[in-house]
């Protein structure tokens, strides 16, 4: 049922080259931490895997992670690193794909919800995170705040990284609630960039707090980021919480 875009092979291989800062461990300690936490002593399910950046190390500080992942170039990147025994990999949509078992935590970071382009499906993704939570289990959710208010009247664009190698902004369609990540990336050192571009459905935090109470869930925790530091108007992203009752 997804309207999300498919990961190519191409891009998959060059992946984790291109986040290699969101892979360091001054990035990953906090949020390995924070979900760390939270799982206890239970199973976590990863939507939207990918090559394993979160879920990989956080198997490894012992905690038992499934992953659902729409793209199998994504996923096959990710089983260079640990095998199907130690930590499974189901190939499939967030929204909808059902692995076995409970978990005590439910985890889709670095701004992957927006993934879904619609608001249903977005609402489906909720629903399926919560089909797979304990009582007193957790949904948690990385997402920007879309910067809306660094657009002046008349623009639609929002320039997001501006460096040697890379070239990044995003452009807003108001109305559907659509934008579309724009990146020209240097590729070696003969002045050429190679250019892409993603759509993305961003919601702001109320959204997603009605889609949790329509999944049966309630908000617990907003925090801006893995550190814990308060949640404010001027915060860029949120880590939210929610909750199964149980």
């Not at 976590?44 to 190390?57: M, N």
């Not at 619609?118 to 995170?129: H, M």
């Not at 609630?177 to 724009?182: G, T």
Request: net charge negative; glycine share 8%.
């Amino acid at each position: 049922m997804t309207s999300s875009e498919l990961w190519t092979r191409a891009t998959a291989d060059r992946y984790d080259a291109e986040e290699a800062e969101a892979s360091s461990a001054a990035v990953l300690g906090p949020t390995l931490a924070f979900l760390a936490e939270l799982a206890g002593d239970g199973r976590a399910l990863e939507f939207a895997i990918g090559t394993g950046r979160v879920g990989v190390p956080l198997r490894e500080r012992g905690v038992p992670v499934v992953g659902i992942e729409l793209s199998e170039h994504m996923a096959a990147v990710l089983r260079r690193k640990i095998d199907e025994g130690t930590l499974p990999v189901v190939i499939g949509d967030m929204a909808t794909t059902v692995v076995p078992g409970g978990f005590t935590l439910v985890y889709l970071v670095y701004n992957t919800i927006t993934n879904l382009l619609t608001q249903d499906e977005q609402v489906e993704c909720f629903r399926n995170a919560a089909r797979h939570l304990e009582p007193g289990g957790r949904f948690v959710i990385e997402l920007g705040v879309p910067p809306l208010r660094l657009l002046p009247p008349g623009q639609v664009a929002v320039p997001f990284d501006v460096s040697q190698q890379h070239l990044g902004f995003d452009t807003f369609d108001l109305v559907e609630q659509i934008l579309v990540s724009h990146h020209f990336t240097r590729d070696g050192d003969d002045g050429h960039y190679r250019r892409e571009n993603s759509r993305h459905r961003y919601a702001w935090p109320a959204e997603l707090d009605l889609m949790a109470r329509i999944a049966g869930l309630e908000l617990e925790r907003r925090v801006a980021d893995w550190d814990g530091s308060p949640f404010t108007q001027d915060s860029a992203k949120h880590v939210s919480v929610w909750r199964k009752p149980a």
